[in-house]
């Protein structure tokens, strides 16, 4: 990285203007052209800024740190909290000492990673809002980082389309920027597929998963094999291959039941769950549903989308007792702050269990389908507003049984579209 580009960054960094920094020592137009490269300044010029921005040497370099951060990086990549937390506090007491460009801009992009694992959205995003202001100025390995970073950002806030707008990039860079960590190539092929599924591109998610796949395999990473496994399965039952399904996720079985992976477990039989209930077999689908529970106990996200799960199958049986059994259940562990989409799910199942009424015309309106289309789930819409266009024929409102049953005719092509 060029002295200029430096110069800029430690200024922004100490909210400094151009005007601020360069008064008394060069014009602001002199110090722009610096700051943009566009002319070498001198040495005594350099020192007098460095003096005013409190850094002694602008180009030294800390090779210790610089290991450092990777250490750290790679606690991150394997989502490993404690020793993320224990890397973290290390370098936080030593990274105010360290002027060279790279090290700084490399800790602040690694806490994004951080910021992210820990669940501190409001924060990563806070982070990723400072460093676009320099973008320009980063190495493309540092791009790179970045952009996936961001790209890990709109995922985990449900912005599928700008998550894969920023991995194709970080794809595009990786190459570029020749990164030697195949790792982090396999989980920059892993977060596409996600997204991908999310955004029901199934096609080019079992393309990327399969990439994936390889480079996990070469690196022994049995942990996201099984993921991955687990990962084509969905894709390939959502597509009706059915076989294909059931190879990946008896692969998935097979490597979480060696290496102890008891919630991957879980999801595995949840997703046979799914596969049986789309081919009409509720008995089998509970039992799988009700097995994976035996695996979630200290995962309640997870937990939760079983219990909706089995709800739905009782529901299916006209089985009411049992249905309120798993709502409470998943009562306990749902609120409306905590968990909202599964809150409002079991609710809705709730309503259908106990009867519909006025009250559940209300909820629908007003709170569950609003929430659902606010947060883009198509399925959900689909099969709720069904249920509310149902509703409508019962009691004879037939104008808006047509526009809900017309809503939930939407959602389904648009699913089918995909």
Known sequence: ????????????????????????????SYLSKIENNQINASQEVIDLLCNRLGIENIEQSNEIMKQALQNWNKALL???IEESKRLRKILQTTISDADDFSILTGFQILLIRFHLLMNNLDEANRIITE???????????????????????????????SAIEHFKEAEHLFMIARIPQQE??????????LALVQLRKHTTAII????????????????RCAEVHLLLGVCFRRTQNIDE???????????????GYSLLRGNVEQNLGYLKSTKGLTDEAIVHYL??????????????STLVTLVKEYYKLNQFDEMNKWLQEGFLIATKTQYPAKYYQLKIYEYLANGVCEDFEKFMVQEALPYF???????????????????YQEIRKYKYAAYYLTKANAAYENILGD
């Open 78 to 80: 394997r989502s490993d």
């Open 1 to 28: 990285m060029t002295i200029g580009s430096k110069i800029r960054y430690h200024r922004v960094r100490k909210n400094l203007t151009q005007e601020e920094l360069a008064k008394g020592v060069l014009s602001v």
């Open 245 to 259: 399904a059931l190879f990946h996720y008896e692969w998935a079985n097979e490597i979480s039941k060696t290496n």
């Open 291 to 304: 097995t994976s529970l035996g695996f979630k106990n200290e995962h309640n996200e997870s937990k939760l």
């Open 208 to 223: 990327y998963s399969e990439k994936s796949l390889d480079l996990y395999q070469s690196l022994y990473h049995n942990k």
């Open 373 to 391: 289309e606010k947060h883009g789930s198509p399925h959900h819409i689909a099969q709720y507003s069904k249920f509310l266009g149902q509703y």
């Open 131 to 161: 460093i676009n202001h320099y973008y320009k100025d980063l190495s493309d390995q540092l791009k790179f980082f970045y952009r996936k970073f961001t790209g890990n950002y709109f995922y985990a806030t449900k912005k599928y389309d």
């Open 184 to 193: 982090e190539k396999a989980d920059l092929f892993y977060r596409i597929s």
